[in-house]
Every structure is written in C-alpha cells, then in structure tokens.
C-alpha cells in the first residue's frame, strides 16, 4: 500500500479521535454551561412556553413549544435532535430532561417529536428550555469524503488525491504573460498561475495582501471560460464575505446553507429567497393555496353522505392531487431555473455536501481561507470538482480541533499546507499588502513573516487624522483591573477592561468627529479573544445609556471574538486581551495565530488593550511589548486613570 493510502487512513484515524473528544466536550459543556452563553451560540431557547401536545403517529408525543425572546437568531431546523429541559429553581438537573427530534420550526415555535410513553409533569410548570443536541452531520459528511478519497481509483478524484498529497507532479497549461492592469505584479502572476493549472494552484501570503481580491478575480476570470464553479472557505462568515465581493462586481451567486447561518445582507442570495423572487413564485403560492381550499372542502364531507356526494368528494382530492403534482412540477422548474441563472455556487467546506448540490460536478472550486479548513473537510468540495484553487495563509487561524492528541498527531496539518510544501511549483506567494500601515504591519511581519512583507505606498496615508496614533498599548498592569471568571460559563471576562475599551472609544470618536467618521464610513472592529468578553461589551453598552455616540455608530460597529473577523478588515480595532492575574496565565492568548489575525485587521488605528504584567511571561508578548517600546507606542492606563 502506498504511502498516502497510509497517511489518508491515519487522518481519517484522527479525524474519529477528534469526533469521540468533540462529543465528549460537547457533553461537558451541557452540563457547565450558562443558559445566557448557549443562547448567544444559538444552540439553546430558553424560556419556551407549551402551547400545545398530541399524540402522533406511532403512539409518540408530539409537542409545540414557544419562546418569549424572538429577537436572537438560532441553529435549530428540521431533522435536528433536541433536549427539552426544566431550570426548576435554576437549577438544570439531568433527570429534568428529555430527548426528541424537530418536526419543524416557524418563527418562534418549534414543533418536536419526543422519545417518551408519558408527557412529564414539569413540562407544564414554565422554566422550560430547549438544547440543540451534537450534530454529528458535519463528521459524518467528513468521514465519507475521506472513505471516498482513499477508495478512490482510476478517477479524477484518484487523480487528485496522487497530486494534492505530492505522489504526482501537478500539471501546468503554458503560461500566458501576467496582465497588470488590475493587479499588482505577484497578484498578477497568481491569476496568470491559476488559469495555466490543470490540477491545482495556491494563492498564500499575509494578511492584506490581496488573496480575497485575487481570488475573486480568478473567479470572476474563469467564467469566461465556464458557465458555473463552485466557491468555498471553512466559516460561514468567510462565505458571506466572498459572496458579498463577488455580487459586488455582479456575479450570480447562489449561497447554499441554511438561512439562519447566513448574515442578513447575503440572504437575498439562499435558495429560499431566490425561489421567493422568482417570476412564477407567485403563481406556486395558488396552486398551494388553491389545493389547501380544495382539501379543506373535500375534508367537509361527513361520514354518512350517498354517491353523489362520495363523487364530488372524490374530484376534490383529485383536484387536490393534480394541483399537488403541478405545484410540486413548478418549484422543481424554479429551482431548475434559479441553478441555471446561477455562476457561483458558494458554501462552507461541509455545506458542499448539501443535497441541493447533490450529483454536480464542477470544472473548478475555489476554496478561500484554506488554511482554516480541516483536510477531510476540504476535501468534500475536492470531490465534485476537477481542479482546485486555494487561498489563504497557515500563520493566521488553524482549524478548531478539540483534540489535543488528534492534533498533535497530525489533525491539525490542513491539505492546505500539505500541497504547499509538496507541489511548491504550484503556489505562488503575495508580498505587499494595502490594509496596514508599516506601523501596524511591523510586528507581524517580524514574527511570523521574517520581514519580507512590504505594506503599499497607499497604506501608508491610512491614518485617522494627522495627530491620531496608529498604533498604541494601553498596559493596565497595576490598575486592578482584574479578569472575572463566569461562573456558568468558565469564559474569562474583565469588567474594568471592557468599561475602558467602550470609554475609549466613545472619547475616539468624539476626538476625530462623528461627522468625519461618518462621512467616511469607517468601520470599527472591537474584540476579545473570550466570548464572555465580548459578552460583556454588548451588555455595557446596550443595557446603558454611557455611550451615545457609540451606540449611534452600531452600524459600523461590530463586537466579536477573534475567529470571527479572519479575513475581514476594519478602520479601527480594538483589541481587549481581558488576561489580568498574579501567575502569569494567559491560557487561550497563547495561541499566537489567533493573535497574528487580531493584531492584522486594522485599516489605520489599532488599539491593544492588556496588562503587561501578566502577558509578559509569554515570549510572543514579550516581543511585542518589545516593539512596542521600540516604537514609541506604549501608554499606560494612569494616563486615562488620574
Ligand atoms: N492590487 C491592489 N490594489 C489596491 N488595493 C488592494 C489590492 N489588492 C488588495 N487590495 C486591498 O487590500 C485589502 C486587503 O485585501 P484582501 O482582504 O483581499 O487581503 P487578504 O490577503 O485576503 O487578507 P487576509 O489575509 O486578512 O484575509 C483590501 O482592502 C483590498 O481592497
């Protein structure tokens, strides 16, 4: 057996160690949990109300449950398994708990299937919640792309796996002389190297320096050539983004997932909204009405009624099934219509294995973000496509595994990087980028990019106004502005912190006028590594009236954890490191390419706000309190304070 049927069964090994720890944590975290945490992730109701219970087919209990807080968006839908639980006295006991599967889910009310002979009694006593249970969808779909690539054989997937894993050389087209209209040289190049590949081509370099924008182009560029591709990126966010640039320069994109995990301004692009646009949408919902009101009388005829009546009853359902037969014929020549008006379909790495997808092939996909994307996740897209063109950059966030030992193993190596080190000749580096002023960019290039990275002339007018620092350190060491851990949640917070960040801001945008910032639509990022953190912002600043011009500025304004801004720029960002203790743990922080993406959103101000005392005893803040000193950007919070 060859050596990478052997490497491929040992990550689909890894890839099962990783599911059994991931359902172990999952299990853990029901149990320590906050109800408030679970609601933000979207995987909990809570309070629900009963409004109704029946016994369905099968003798089984069907419930319909409704919640009171409309307002937060959730991941539950049909086919999910649930866990309906009681908080008697706030108080979540394991015995106060049962389990079902969701029927379906409208608005606010969820209708769900129980596995129970009798309806609990505390079902009935209010405090009621419902927990969206582990979804092994994603796993699953990962095993069978992994089972497929290594039984592959004699197929363009066979093919591809030999290239993408190094036991074959990727083969190029002649390639055509870079055309630098549009782009600078090296992204130039990249688009040149993308349309000669016949197997693969990577787009890799730090941040800023271009990969979304060349990779949109190469998108753009290939449908010259053919009618539809498919693009992809690991996170719902990078999607959106993607989908979002390319309906920008007026590609049809369709965005396969499901709506409740697409930002608001990518939904007119779901399927479900395409089909509510379309031209005949109107003429299914008759056909749905129509066969309802035939139902609806045919449903009038009593038992006891003569042929006449028996006949009649008779032409309603057969009215009712012809108009079933034509409705359901329509959708199917929507949907039909939506996908051949449609250029890019576009979804996660896991979403391409969604069923509206089912049986496409394409000539190529593009796979953005791909260092973030788990190598049997990666391959799903790999699968329906002849050649793969990746972007991305492996110093900024990995895959989220749970795993320790899986990742040690070797989970934690993406394809990504495999066909980097294993078809060199197949990837082409970007060097310059536009996002940061040399200031911002410096530390990060220093650390992880042995300085070879040059920031644009145009980066460098990227400024605030002419007396506002483009980059400070506000060090809280001695303030007494210590980290909290949330009792539920285990999340790490620092109230005095998040205070001083909103107070900060608020001041900022005072100092460099609202009217200006306006004008410009400068955005503001701000951001904590800890989702109790982050928490603790919007709590402070929409439950308070402290900060009108911030909160006037919401729009602009996006508080988030690190991972959700990858790949996204801001004007401004601020950067809460929230760690504050006397032994020097700063736990998550460590992971410094989590870091390396915060530290490298900022357009023309970052601020990083932290204390030295604790963030010191680890080299990398080390060395960036280093270069910060080095800079002349260092403040201590006694400037604010006194
Ligand atoms: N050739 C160019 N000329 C001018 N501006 C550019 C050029 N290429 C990229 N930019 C700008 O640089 C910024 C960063 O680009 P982009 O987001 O594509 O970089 P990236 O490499 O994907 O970044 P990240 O690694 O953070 O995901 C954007 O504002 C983009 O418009």
Redesign the pocket.
Same mark, same amino acid.
């Given at each position: 057996m060859s050596n990478i049927q052997e490497e491929l069964k040992n990550s689909l090994k890894l890839l099962k160690q990783e599911w059994g720890e991931d359902l172990e944590q999952f299990k853990k975290k029901f149990l320590y949990t906050s109800i408030s945490d679970k609601k933000e992730e979207g995987i909990c109701w809570y309070p629900v109300q009963l409004k109704k219970s029946k016994i369905g087919f099968g003798e089984r209990w069907i419930v319909e449950l409704e919640r009171f807080d409309t307002s937060q968006s959730h991941m539950f839908q049909s086919g999910k398994s649930v866990s309906i639980f009681s908080n008697h006295q706030n108080h979540i006991s394991p015995d106060l708990r049962i389990n079902g599967v969701i029927n379906q889910v409208k608005k606010d009310v969820m209708t769900v299937t129980l596995q129970i002979e009798e309806l609990p009694e505390w079902l009935n006593k209010g405090k009621i919640g419902i927990d969206l249970l582990f979804d092994e969808a994603s796993y699953r779909e990962m095993e069978a792309a992994m089972k497929a690539v290594i039984k592959a054989e004699n197929s363009r997937l066979a093919e591809l796996k030999n290239i993408l894993l190094g036991e074959k050389v990727a083969d190029f087209g002649e390639m055509q002389s870079p055309d630098i209209s549009? %782009?600078?040289e090296s /992204?130039s190049e990249a688009l040149a190297l993308v349309a000669a590949a016949k197997d693969i081509a990577i787009i890799h370099? +730090? +941040?800023? *320096? &271009? @990969? *979304? *924008?060349? %990779?949109?182009k190469a998108i753009q560029r290939s449908l010259a050539t053919y009618k539809q591709v498919l693009v992809c990126a690991p996170s719902n966010a990078a999607v959106d983004l993607l989908v979002e640039k390319l309906q920008g320069i007026g590609v049809s994109t369709l965005r396969i997932g499901h709506p409740a995990r697409v930002e608001d301004h990518i939904l007119s692009q779901t399927l479900d909204a395409k089909i509510a646009l379309h031209d005949n949408y109107k003429e299914l919902k008759m056909l749905k009405k129509k066969a309802d009101e035939f139902r609806k009388l045919g449903q009038k005829y009593k038992r006891s009624f003569g042929p006449e009546e028996r006949l009649q009853r008779k032409r309603l359902f057969d009215e009712v099934n012809r108009l079933k037969d034509e409705a359901e014929h329509l959708e199917e020549y929507i949907v039909y219509d939506v996908f051949q008006q449609t250029q890019v379909f576009a979804s996660t790495l896991v979403g391409a294995s969604n069923s509206a997808l089912k049986g496409m092939k394409f000539p190529i996909v593009f796979i =953005? #973000?791909a260092g973030q994307g788990l190598e049997a996740a990666t391959w799903i897209p790999i699968q329906k496509s002849d050649r793969v063109v990746m !972007? &991305? =950059?492996h110093f /900024?966030l990995p895959p989220t595994i749970k795993s320790f030992e899986a990742a040690k193993s070797g989970l934690s190596e993406t394809l990504f990087e495999k066909v980097i080190k294993r078809q060199a000749q197949a990837s082409k580096m %970007?060097k %310059? $980028?536009?996002?940061m002023p040399k200031l911002i960019m410096g530390f990060s290039n220093g650390f992880f990019y042995k300085n070879e990275l040059k920031a !644009?002339e @145009? !980066?460098q007018s990227h400024f605030l106004s002419e007396d506002e620092p483009v980059l400070e350190f506000i060090d809280t060491a001695g303030s007494g502005f210590s980290e909290q851990v949330e009792e539920e949640s285990l999340s790490t917070c620092n109230t005095e912190e998040a205070k001083f960040a909103l107070k900060y801001l608020e001041e900022l945008i005072k100092r460099v006028g609202i009217a200006k910032i306006k004008s410009h639509q400068w955005n503001i990022g701000l951001v904590a590594p800890y989702r109790a953190q982050v928490r603790k912002f919007n709590e402070l600043l929409f439950e308070s009236y402290q900060y009108p011009n911030l909160r006037s500025f919401s729009e602009l304004l996006t508080i988030d954890s690190i991972d959700g801004f $990858?790949? $996204? #720029?801001r004007d401004i960002m601020f950067i809460s490191l929230v760690r504050s203790n006397s032994k020097g743990e700063i736990g998550f922080l460590s992971d410094t390419r989590r870091m390396n993406?915060a530290l *490298?959103?900022a @357009?023309r101000k970052l601020v990083v706000l932290g204390d030295s005392a604790t963030l010191s005893h680890h080299s990398f803040y080390q060395a960036f309190l280093d270069y910060i000193e080095e800079k002349g950007c260092y403040k201590s919070i006694y400037e604010w304070l006194y």
């Amino acid at each position: 057996m060859s050596n990478i049927q052997e490497e491929l069964k040992n990550s689909l090994k890894l890839l099962k160690q990783e599911w059994g720890e991931d359902l172990e944590q999952f299990k853990k975290k029901f149990l320590y949990t906050s109800i408030s945490d679970k609601k933000e992730e979207g995987i909990c109701w809570y309070p629900v109300q009963l409004k109704k219970s029946k016994i369905g087919f099968g003798e089984r209990w069907i419930v319909e449950l409704e919640r009171f807080d409309t307002s937060q968006s959730h991941m539950f839908q049909s086919g999910k398994s649930v866990s309906i639980f009681s908080n008697h006295q706030n108080h979540i006991s394991p015995d106060l708990r049962i389990n079902g599967v969701i029927n379906q889910v409208k608005k606010d009310v969820m209708t769900v299937t129980l596995q129970i002979e009798e309806l609990p009694e505390w079902l009935n006593k209010g405090k009621i919640g419902i927990d969206l249970l582990f979804d092994e969808a994603s796993y699953r779909e990962m095993e069978a792309a992994m089972k497929a690539v290594i039984k592959a054989e004699n197929s363009r997937l066979a093919e591809l796996k030999n290239i993408l894993l190094g036991e074959k050389v990727a083969d190029f087209g002649e390639m055509q002389s870079p055309d630098i209209s549009m %782009l600078n040289e090296s /992204q130039s190049e990249a688009l040149a190297l993308v349309a000669a590949a016949k197997d693969i081509a990577i787009i890799h370099g +730090p +941040p800023g *320096t &271009g @990969k *979304t *924008t060349t %990779l949109v182009k190469a998108i753009q560029r290939s449908l010259a050539t053919y009618k539809q591709v498919l693009v992809c990126a690991p996170s719902n966010a990078a999607v959106d983004l993607l989908v979002e640039k390319l309906q920008g320069i007026g590609v049809s994109t369709l965005r396969i997932g499901h709506p409740a995990r697409v930002e608001d301004h990518i939904l007119s692009q779901t399927l479900d909204a395409k089909i509510a646009l379309h031209d005949n949408y109107k003429e299914l919902k008759m056909l749905k009405k129509k066969a309802d009101e035939f139902r609806k009388l045919g449903q009038k005829y009593k038992r006891s009624f003569g042929p006449e009546e028996r006949l009649q009853r008779k032409r309603l359902f057969d009215e009712v099934n012809r108009l079933k037969d034509e409705a359901e014929h329509l959708e199917e020549y929507i949907v039909y219509d939506v996908f051949q008006q449609t250029q890019v379909f576009a979804s996660t790495l896991v979403g391409a294995s969604n069923s509206a997808l089912k049986g496409m092939k394409f000539p190529i996909v593009f796979i =953005d #973000e791909a260092g973030q994307g788990l190598e049997a996740a990666t391959w799903i897209p790999i699968q329906k496509s002849d050649r793969v063109v990746m !972007a &991305g =950059d492996h110093f /900024q966030l990995p895959p989220t595994i749970k795993s320790f030992e899986a990742a040690k193993s070797g989970l934690s190596e993406t394809l990504f990087e495999k066909v980097i080190k294993r078809q060199a000749q197949a990837s082409k580096m %970007l060097k %310059l $980028q536009y996002r940061m002023p040399k200031l911002i960019m410096g530390f990060s290039n220093g650390f992880f990019y042995k300085n070879e990275l040059k920031a !644009a002339e @145009k !980066a460098q007018s990227h400024f605030l106004s002419e007396d506002e620092p483009v980059l400070e350190f506000i060090d809280t060491a001695g303030s007494g502005f210590s980290e909290q851990v949330e009792e539920e949640s285990l999340s790490t917070c620092n109230t005095e912190e998040a205070k001083f960040a909103l107070k900060y801001l608020e001041e900022l945008i005072k100092r460099v006028g609202i009217a200006k910032i306006k004008s410009h639509q400068w955005n503001i990022g701000l951001v904590a590594p800890y989702r109790a953190q982050v928490r603790k912002f919007n709590e402070l600043l929409f439950e308070s009236y402290q900060y009108p011009n911030l909160r006037s500025f919401s729009e602009l304004l996006t508080i988030d954890s690190i991972d959700g801004f $990858q790949g $996204q #720029e801001r004007d401004i960002m601020f950067i809460s490191l929230v760690r504050s203790n006397s032994k020097g743990e700063i736990g998550f922080l460590s992971d410094t390419r989590r870091m390396n993406v915060a530290l *490298t959103r900022a @357009k023309r101000k970052l601020v990083v706000l932290g204390d030295s005392a604790t963030l010191s005893h680890h080299s990398f803040y080390q060395a960036f309190l280093d270069y910060i000193e080095e800079k002349g950007c260092y403040k201590s919070i006694y400037e604010w304070l006194y």
